[in-house]
């Protein structure tokens, strides 16, 4: 008998039907003998519902009420499906975030889980029940109520599976896996079988949906196997786990492609120490994340310097960028939001060479132009024209063999 | 400076306007230089909602997944609340039952208080915070979320005025307070500006909207005043309180009638000692609760029993009755749904003699034969036919000298 955690999010338990759906799934493996601990989210859009309340009373609603209001949403969605699982006869008892003993920090609406006391979920499972438990949720040492921000839920689970030592924690998803592509834009993308923490990460920060980057961490922090999986379906999902040496053998694990960022030239930049410090500075003063940053030294005394940032970061960056400009004496700068970005993730990059031309013989043969190259250890990223990115993921999807069989 | 508690309905927060107002009004009465507790239901039909989710899920809900559902509605009320008490410039923060200590027994849907650990919300006062507490919940020893039922909200908040030493427990509602008689039926009905505890006993029982009777009882116990007003005008509303000497100088405070019983005869029931103890076990083991009773001792060996009860109840009392003749040997049984209750109270009632006569005289002028007759200290009760129901309140209401001068 092992322990296992199951995390199903909002489109699973969209309504009735589906929480009766989801209660059948959760039945099926408590059946097989396991203990079972089941994490919701909140119902559909709830969460967005709840917010759109929110601001009908106010535009700057205090961030500890704001949790008090969205961590209903979870609760509402444990009753009903503990009701539901008890409909089909088996022992169900639901939990909220505070009851069940997960701790945080008082960082309202992004908190940030401290401990967890697992003694009242032992407690159910020993008696035989199935433990429901609101995702999403904590509660600080003084009882207020907290929520853990995006992805809070899947934190709730891979944070559950370690305290509870569970054997596995199933990630139930409107998906069947992690794919070599999106499957939207490349039709012979494959289900992976298999992908490591570090890759996960890699594509979870180049706009997978699958999984946030924090529960991937989370889980490689402490070794927790995570499972994600349909919940449609009986497919067999993708498990992510720690490296092992046989990922080695496969070169490149997936391509992916977003459109999320846009792309800031700054021209006539002095060429002096402490001048692109000083432009970051500036930049990150008005909590913008940059991604990818180029500067090109020439043999001129001035230099261009480009960086990429999120779109959703382009309003606040705009707004900024002339000070900046200002206070390092530079000429002037330009922003280009129809860019792709196009990646390649595996750990297999490690151990092979010629990775990175073979990415860029493929983007040249079908004449695509590279703007920008950034590098990590397991990920090479282009940025390249928007209307090719397309065109990208397909020619490099093939190039590294990625297609079934 | 005195500590008041104020409790909103959920018709006061169905929506996001209706909650500023109840916030205005709030401000209002903290701006006079008041310390302000805030009792706030379920905005408008949540909890309606709530039961219709559940009921699509099972028929038979477990209660403590009820609790944990249905406490979700208040959740929601008290964290609007405070977003538009602060977006006024005020500081406010908001309480679950469990949060803020309100203790229960274990008796998930129905619980009831057994104590209030007040210091959370001391806590808040002394920091000058309007306190907003989740109406109907709490939890119990083992942190387990309950609710308390029907009038739940009102209960909460005439516990917390009681272990708060609040100067006023204040019932915010949609209407001006307690009438003399239903406006919707009499014309000239008049709104009182005091009632004794006893006479809202009475008129609660009878079915006056107003408040449920358990929070009027644990306002009778511990003396706390309880002012029913409106939350859309000033309206001074109608104090209730500790019945003082000068309400007996008022003959009858109120006149009511109900249309919720229907009346069950049993024919020909042997006149043996035992025979309705007998009868009333059956009924009472299916849960039914029984109102009036009349039987008459004839000069024949069997009697005629009549009783009524409320026809929520009806179905189950139908179903056992059968039993019940037979296991007495009467004759047979008949029920009658088409009839009315109508009911005078009154403090006056126990030093004025000749009330009933006055009464009785009164309908009979009006040719409206009566049923069965039940009498309290305080309460006459007539039942009547259904049809003569609104011409015997009119003409009660004349009879005592109840309208408008």
């Known amino acids: 008998m092992s322990l296992i955690v199951q995390k199903f999010g909002g489109s699973s338990v969209a309504n009735p039907e589906r929480i009766r759906n989801v209660a059948r799934r959760v039945v ?21 519902e709840l917010i759109d309340l929110a601001s009908q009373i106010t ?13 209903t949403g979870e609760q509402v969605s444990v009753a009903l499906l503990a009701m539901a699982i008890q409909e089909l006869g088996h022992a169900a008892i639901s939990f909220t975030g505070p009851q069940v003993g997960i701790l945080t920090d008082q960082a309202h609406t992004k908190a940030r889980i401290v401990d967890i006391n697992t003694d009242r979920i032992q407690q159910a499972l020993r008696k035989g029940s199935i433990a429901i438990v609101a995702g999403f949720q904590g509660q600080t040492p003084d009882q207020e109520i907290t929520t853990l921000g995006r992805g809070g839920s899947d934190l709730t689970a891979v944070a559950l599976a370690k305290a509870l030592r569970a054997k596995v924690c199933e990630i139930y998803t409107d998906v069947d896996g992690v794919y070599t592509a999106d499957p939207r834009l490349v039709e012979d993308a494959k289900k992976l079988d298999l992908i490591s923490y570090d890759e996960m990460l890699e594509l979870a920060s180049l706009g997978a949906q699958v999984m946030q980057a924090r529960s991937v961490e989370v889980g490689k922090k402490f070794d927790v196997p995570i499972l994600v999986r349909s919940s449609l379906n009986h497919s067999s999902g993708t498990l992510i786990t720690k490296e092992v040496k046989s990922m080695e053998n496969v070169l490149i694990r997936g391509v992916a492609v977003n459109n999320n960022e846009a792309k800031i030239t700054i021209f006539g930049v002095p060429d002096r120490p402490g001048v692109a410090s000083r432009i970051f500075k500036i930049i990150a003063d008005q909590n913008v994340n940059v991604d990818m940053i180029i500067q090109n030294k020439t043999k001129t005394k001035t230099t261009d310097l480009s960086f990429t940032v999120f779109k959703t970061d382009l309003k606040r960056t705009l707004a900024t960028i002339g000070k900046a400009v200002r206070a390092v004496k530079a000429k002037g700068f330009e922003c280009d939001e129809s860019i792709a970005k196009v990646s390649i993730v595996g750990v297999g990059m490690r151990s092979h ?53």
């Open 353 to 405: 060479s010629g990775v990175a031309s073979k990415m860029f013989g493929a983007l040249a043969a079908k004449k695509i132009n590279i703007d920008m190259i950034s590098t990590s250890e397991i990920k090479i990223s282009c940025v390249i024209a928007k209307k090719s990115g397309r065109d990208a993921v397909r020619v490099l999807h093939r190039e590294f063999g990625l297609g079934k069989a």
């Open 28 to 48: 099926e493996t408590k059946r097989k003998g396991h203990q079972l601990v089941v994490v919701v989210s909140a119902l559909g859009d709830t969460t967005d």
């Open 59 to 71: 535009d700057r609603p205090s961030e500890r009420e704001m949790d008090m209001l969205l961590s």
